[in-house]
């Protein structure tokens, strides 16, 4: 008996000290003092005790009605000073709290994270503020390469020249930076702000996000490239993503290509989202080329590798079906607070 009555006491304490208005206070009292309260129901039920057990019981359930008659009135008159004191009502709701939610670049780049990590890419970083060396020179794009115009570039100095600085165009400067540092195998990703030259329209941005991907070892093949791609995007888009590999040109990749995956919204058919054609492209991929190895030092007669570029925003735009690019970077809360 004396068990069941501490354990109502405690429970009951508990809740007491949660009631922050004078509605609770009443409610508080009715479900632990009120007639059809547990401790009621204990002192009614002590006429059916034993003769010897009745008076030991009585005390018990009359002392712990009392405790909580006087923990209510304690209660009570600590509220009420409370809000004697600030002068505030202290039984008045409070504002609601909105809760804060990641922004939807932010949590592709955590998935495409999540989804590469497993597969031995670690994540590195390089600098926004780049060398021409690295940006270009490096990935087998002299000056006067005419492949320079593939990525209109923000220069810091008047003049481009390969001694000067400048916004890097894309994350594959950072490829040669960490072959530089360390020797094969290398497995890294490197997710990060880009900056282009461009006109910004519903799927170009001046400003943008990549992740790079890169794999240098001893026998590294087109199919490893094939591989990984192809976990990716049915990790990202579903297990029924078929991915398509298209001849395409980088300076610093032979072969170089286009990696497309099969429309996730017709299932391959063609609808709007991939022009009609059942394809979507989403990345530049190829195997780094022997020039490349050799700029930083590497046998290319010993390591091959793969690496891929891809935007981050591009992804996201897929994923969530967001059809002008601009819209992630306009801080509107309307739009924003469509993704839980
Ligand atoms: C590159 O930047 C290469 N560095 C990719 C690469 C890496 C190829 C490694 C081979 C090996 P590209 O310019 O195509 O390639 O850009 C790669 C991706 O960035 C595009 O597929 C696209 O998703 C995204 N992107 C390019 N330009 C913009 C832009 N203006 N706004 C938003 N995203 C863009």
């Known amino acids: 008996m004396q068990e069941r009555i501490d354990e109502l006491l405690a429970a009951a304490r508990a809740e007491l000290s949660q009631a922050g208005s004078d509605a609770a206070l009443e409610a508080w009292r009715v479900a632990h003092l009120g007639r059809r309260s547990a401790l009621t129901g204990i002192l009614r039920s002590i006429r059916d005790l034993p003769p010897d057990e009745r ?45 804060g939610r990641l922004h939807p670049l932010t949590r592709t780049l955590r998935e495409i994270r999540a989804v590469l990590a497993p597969l031995g890419f670690r994540a590195v970083s390089g600098p926004e503020v780049e060398w021409d060396r690295y940006n270009f020179e490096l990935l087998n794009i002299p000056a006067d390469h005419p492949a320079r115009d593939m990525w209109d570039t923000f220069h810091l100095q008047q003049q481009a020249r390969p001694g000067d600085l400048l916004l890097r165009t894309h994350t594959s400067p950072v490829q040669a930076r960490v072959m530089e540092q360390v020797r094969p195998p290398v497995r890294v990703i490197v997710p990060g702000k880009v900056y282009r030259y461009e006109n910004r329209d519903a799927s170009h941005e001046s400003e943008f996000m990549q992740v790079e991907g890169l794999a240098i070892d001893e026998h590294i093949t087109m199919a490893d490239l094939r591989g990984t791609l192809t976990h990716f995007v049915r990790a990202m888009f579903g297990p ?34 991939c022009g009609g054609s059942g394809w979507i492209e989403i990345l530049g991929a190829g195997m780094v080329h022997p020039t490349v190895l050799a700029n930083v030092g590497y046998d290319p007669e010993v390591y091959q590798g793969f690496a891929f570029g891809m935007g981050v925003e591009r992804i996201a735009m897929l994923k969530y079906g967001v059809t002008d690019i601009r819209s992630f ?12």
């Open 55 to 99: 008076r030991a019981a009585g005390q018990a359930a009359n002392a712990a009605r009392q405790s909580l008659e006087e923990a209510l009135a304690a209660h009570r008159d600590s509220l009420s000073r409370r809000e004697d004191e600030s002068g505030a009502d202290v039984t008045m709701p409070g504002y609601p709290v909105r809760l």
């Open 240 to 273: 029924d993503r078929e991915l398509r590999i298209r001849a395409s040109y980088f300076p610093f990749t032979e072969p170089s290509a286009e990696a497309e995956m099969s429309c996730h919204a017709c299932d391959g058919g063609g609808c709007s989202v």
């Open 329 to 340: 970077y306009r801080n509107d809360l309307r739009f924003l607070r469509q993704f839980h």
